[in-house]
């Protein structure tokens, strides 16, 4: 027993787990800088709270990455490339992050009608750039060391991205405080300067990708493709891209009569989800259509579309078969409803209740993210001693549970011993659930079609959440935060009935294999 725990204390001294540390500080860092602390900045320079929220949506990029994750898997970079696959695509996502950051805090929100547009698409930008460096972070976990170190490797990993997180959300509200910024006294300075230090704080990533070496993995089995091949299976992409960008804000400016019949009929929160939903699905449609078009004229390398994209969700669906697959896949859509819907606008809740920017950096972003760690530390020992499906269900429970003690703190009003309690229970909770959720994830992947499978899972766990958050503002206009809470808190009840199903089919599943 001496001898496990010596060669597993041991282990965090290697170095490619001490890599995973600062890669996961360069993942953790730009999340909140799209979410709590830009709300907190948009809500200083008198953004109305709706457009605030609507700001989560820059996130979504985190959504959809399943979508470009096996272009970044397959096509090599030029010029950078010689830094090898996955450094490269690192640098490159880094810059990325960097120039986004950058560009977010040389924008004054009000300072134009424009503004504020200029200021989305760089938050667009951030959250593209940041959902790519996961992408390769990822996979450059799998690949940098044994299968015996990935739990060593992701919890390094995730410790990184907390001490990101804190460093972006209650750094930056100390930061922007200190330069003298305030609910009282907008200061467009304090911000951007604020936002510049968290672009510079991304070298920490940058000069680590410089200095860890390339995995070694063994791409021998790998089709061979041509030059020609990337560069059409790019181009194909980039059309699908902007079709998708096309369709998406072409139907937005002709369904203003439909928007005005459903707001009327139906309310602006769920007139407006509808019309959203009714977008996105069409401009989905219209990619899938003009992809398939074009894959009959054969521009592109039909084998090498399906071995990127087909491939990977046949090998999903062959292993669970279809009732059991889509099961899994609603549960992991529905899972993080609860915490995400609220997360969203929590900030703004604090702020509204009189609590100081201080105070939410000391409390919110510093103290809660320390119990999300050991919330996290104790489900992965739950996990392991009860098993993966039995703490997802308490997970949940405790997720959408703590919802509750929001609705006592709206009631209550600023209350700093309340919420200490809030904070506590909550971070637990989500910490718990998140290293239970984890674990069921990697469970459902297949070693083969890791990278990808785990893109897709990952981009599911988040959509519909994130979908549902770009309105918690406007359901806190129409029904109150008591209202509010509780109705996020009933989100996490189908997703109970799903964890029981999901557990039986699959107990059932491994007991006739």
């Known amino acids: 027993m001496q001898k496990n725990w010596m060669t597993t204390l041991s282990a965090f001294t290697k170095p490619s787990n001490i890599a995973m540390l600062f890669l996961g500080f360069s993942a953790g860092l730009p999340i909140l800088l799209i979410f709590s602390s830009l709300s907190l900045w948009l809500r200083e320079a008198g953004v109305e709270r709706s457009a605030v929220t609507f700001f989560s949506w820059a996130a979504l990029g985190y959504s959809f990455k399943f979508i470009w994750a096996p272009l970044v898997d397959r096509i090599p970079l030029p010029v950078l490339g010689k830094l090898g696959r996955r450094r490269s695509w690192l640098l490159l996502s880094q810059a990325s992050i960097m120039v986004a950051i950058v560009g977010m805090g040389l924008t004054d929100p009000v300072a134009s009608d424009s503004a504020l547009t200029v200021m989305a698409l760089f938050a667009v930008l951030l959250g593209f750039s940041s959902a790519t460096q996961d992408i390769v972070i990822d996979a450059y976990r799998i690949e940098s060391d044994e299968s015996d170190m990935q739990a060593i490797l992701s919890s390094t990993y995730i410790a990184g991205y907390r ?304 979908v549902f958050g770009g309105y918690s503002g406007s359901m806190v206009d129409s029904f109150g935060y008591s209202k509010f809470f509780l109705i996020t808190a009933i989100m996490g009840l189908p997703v109970l009935f799903l964890i029981w199903i999901a557990g039986n089919k699959l107990s059932l599943k491994k007991s006739s294999s």
């Open 163 to 466: 001490i990101g997180m804190i460093v972006a959300g209650a750094g930056a509200l100390f930061l922007a405080s200190y330069l003298g910024s305030t609910k009282e006294v907008y200061s467009y300075s304090a911000w951007m300067w604020t936002y510049i230090i968290m672009a510079l704080c991304m070298l920490v990533g940058v000069l680590t990708t410089i200095f860890i070496p390339e995995p070694k993995t063994d791409r021998s089995l790998e089709e061979n493709y041509t030059t020609k091949d990337y560069s059409n299976f790019f181009i194909l992409f980039i059309i699908l891209t902007g079709i998708f960008i096309l369709t998406f804000f072409t139907i937005g400016k002709v369904n203003t009569e439909l928007k005005n019949y459903l707001v009327l009929h139906l309310g602006k929160g769920l007139g407006s989800f509808i019309i959203e939903f009714m977008k996105l699905a069409l401009s989905i449609l219209a990619a899938v259509f003009v992809g398939k078009l074009i894959l009959k004229t054969k521009f592109v390398n039909q084998k090498m579309v399906m071995n990127t994209y087909v491939a990977p969700v046949k090998d999903f669906f062959k292993r669970y078969g279809k009732e059991v697959s889509i099961l899994l896949l609603c549960l992991i859509g529905m899972y993080r409803v609860s915490d995400i819907v609220l997360g969203v606008i929590s900030n703004v809740f604090y702020q509204d209740l009189g609590f100081t920017k201080d105070q939410i950096a000391a409390i919110v972003k510093t103290f809660g993210l320390i119990m999300t760690l050991v919330g996290g530390f104790l489900g992965g020992i739950l996990t392991v001693r009860f098993g993966v499906m039995r703490i997802l269900f308490w997970g949940a429970v405790l997720s959408a549970g703590t919802n509750l003690l929001f609705m006592a703190l709206a009631e209550m009003g600023n209350n700093l011993p309340m919420l200490y309690l809030v904070i506590s229970a909550d971070n637990l909770a989500a910490g718990l659930a998140s290293a239970a959720f984890i674990a069921f994830l990697s469970s459902l992947t297949n070693i083969s079609f890791t990278a990808v499978q785990y893109a897709i899972f990952s981009s599911l766990m988040t959509l519909l959440p994130k």
